[in-house]
């Protein structure tokens, strides 16, 4: 087997990593953070702090009406804190990809802590807002902006 030029395949790799990039992030207002981050509060379902410890994946044939074929992932959490939703240790998280589609959903790993804001009856997180990895430098703030949680995981 013989790769062809190296031009092409780096133009290659640089295609996969513009249709993996094709989400494009509308937030409110972005020169007032804090009001972003009220209403991002305000709408979530959810809001905690946890590892996600299994996924589950199907297929789907369409989604909201249109036929493409997507990967539906439901992400199962054991939360450490709640801020907002069940006082519960297990919390499960829905997003679906597709290399088709632009959705903004997180798209969760396995054994990955996550500080989570969750949306809707069948709860979803953005990439384009407070949803981070617990390692990133950001979520200490984050959770500072939060307060004390409404429910910890007994130790």
């Known amino acids: 087997m013989t790769i062809g030029h190296p031009a092409l395949l780096v133009l290659g790799l640089f295609a996969v990593a513009r249709i993996a990039e094709a989400c494009t ?26 590892k996600v410890v299994a996924l589950q994946t199907s297929e789907e044939g369409s989604y909201l009406g249109a036929n493409v074929r997507m990967n539906h992932t439901v992400a199962t959490f054991t939360a450490y804190r709640v801020w907002k939703g069940p006082k519960a240790e297990t919390v499960q998280v829905h997003f679906r990809s597709s290399p088709q589609s632009a959705l903004c959903e997180y798209p969760f790993v ?24 617990l390692a990133d430098q950001k979520a200490a703030s984050v959770e500072g902006r939060l307060g004390k949680a409404s429910w910890k995981r007994a130790p």
């Open 110 to 133: 396995p054994d990955t802590e996550y500080l989570v804001f969750a949306y809707g009856d069948e709860p979803s997180a953005s990439a384009c807002d407070f949803t981070m990895p």
């Open 25 to 50: 992030c509308v937030t409110g207002d972005p020169h007032d953070e804090n009001k972003v981050f009220r209403e991002s509060r305000q709408r979530a379902v959810l809001v905690f702090a946890g």
